[in-house]
T-cell receptor, first 114, second 113 residues
Framework: GEDVEQSLFLSVREGDSSVINCTYTDSSSTYLYWYKQEPGAGLQLLTYIFSNMDMKQDQRLTVLLNKKDKHLSLRIADTQTGDSAIYFCAETTTRRTGGFKTIFGAGTRLFVKA | DAGVTQSPTHLIKTRGQHVTLRCSPISGHKSVSWYQQVLGQGPQFIFQYYEKEERGRGNFPDRFSARQFPNYSSELNVNALLLGDSALYLC????????????FGPGTRLTVT
C-alpha cells in the first residue's frame, strides 16, 4: 500500500538546524516533495527530489533521500521564526493511465523558539 | 504571473446539498489535481485531470466528480453533502501529464452544517 509517515512535532531554537524526517512505502515513487503550510494558507512547494538522486541542496534547505530505507529528510539551516509552519512530505507515483497520484504525510509542525 | 486561483474562498452548505468548486491553473499548465484536507491532516488526493481526461482517482465516493475545460480550468462537484465533507479543498496545477512540480492554490474552505 501507499503510506507516508512523519513525526508530528519538532521544536528548535532560532539559529539552530531543523531536521524533519519522513518515511514512505511505495518503492515506485518517482518524485518526493517537501511542502510548507502556514496557518490558513495553501501549500507552498519548498523543494523536491527525483528518486534517482540521494541529495539536493537549495540555499538553507538540504534534502537527503535513502531509497533503500525509503527515508527522506529535510534539513533547514539557521532556522528562523518565520520557518514556523507545518511541513508536509509527499511522494508521487505514476499511474497506468499515464497520470500520477500524490500521497501526503500528516505533516510535521515546526515550532521555532526565539 | 498569476498562481493557481480557486473560488470561492469560503462556502457554507447544508447536508444533502450540492457544491461546485472552481480552479484556474497557472498559465501553460495542463494538469490539474484536486485534494481534500481535513483539519489536522495532510491533503488526500481526489482527482487528477490532464488534457480534459481523468488520469487518476483517489479513494473517494462517487458523490465526488470533476471535469476539466478546454482552457484547462477545472470544477470539482460534490453531491449529497455530508458533515464529513467539511474540509479545505485544494487545487494544484502542473505542466506535465506525469508527475513533476505541483503548485497549489489557496484552497476553498467548505463547511457543511
Amino acid at each position: 500500500g501507499e503510506d507516508v509517515e512523519q513525526s508530528l512535532f519538532l521544536s528548535v531554537r532560532e539559529g539552530d538546524s531543523s531536521v524533519i524526517n519522513c518515511t514512505y512505502t511505495d518503492s515506485s515513487s518517482t518524485y518526493l516533495y517537501w511542502y510548507k503550510q502556514e496557518p490558513g494558507a495553501g501549500l507552498q512547494l519548498l523543494t523536491y527530489i527525483f528518486s534517482n538522486m540521494d541529495m539536493k541542496q537549495d540555499q538553507r534547505l538540504t534534502v537527503l533521500l535513502n531509497k533503500k530505507d525509503k527515508h527522506l529528510s529535510l534539513r533547514i539551516a539557521d532556522t528562523q521564526t518565520g520557518d514556523s509552519a507545518i511541513y508536509f512530505c509527499a511522494e508521487t507515483t505514476t499511474r497506468r493511465t499515464g497520470g500520477f497520484k500524490t500521497i501526503f504525510g500528516a505533516g510535521t509542525r515546526l515550532f521555532v523558539k526565539a | 504571473d498569476a498562481g493557481v486561483t480557486q473560488s470561492p474562498t469560503h462556502l457554507i452548505k447544508t447536508r444533502g446539498q450540492h457544491v461546485t468548486l472552481r480552479c484556474s491553473p497557472i498559465s501553460g499548465h495542463k494538469s490539474v489535481s484536486w485534494y481534500q484536507q481535513v483539519l489536522g491532516q495532510g491533503p488526500q488526493f481526489i482527482f487528477q485531470y490532464y488534457e480534459k481526461e481523468e488520469r487518476g482517482r483517489g479513494n473517494f465516493p462517487d458523490r465526488f466528480s470533476a471535469r476539466q475545460f478546454p482552457n484547462y480550468s477545472s470544477e470539482l462537484n460534490v453531491n449529497a453533502l455530508l458533515l464529513g465533507d467539511s474540509a479545505l479543498y485544494l487545487c494544484a496545477s502542473s505542466f506535465l501529464r506525469r508527475e513533476g512540480e505541483q503548485y497549489f492554490g489557496p484552497g476553498t474552505r467548505l463547511t457543511v452544517t
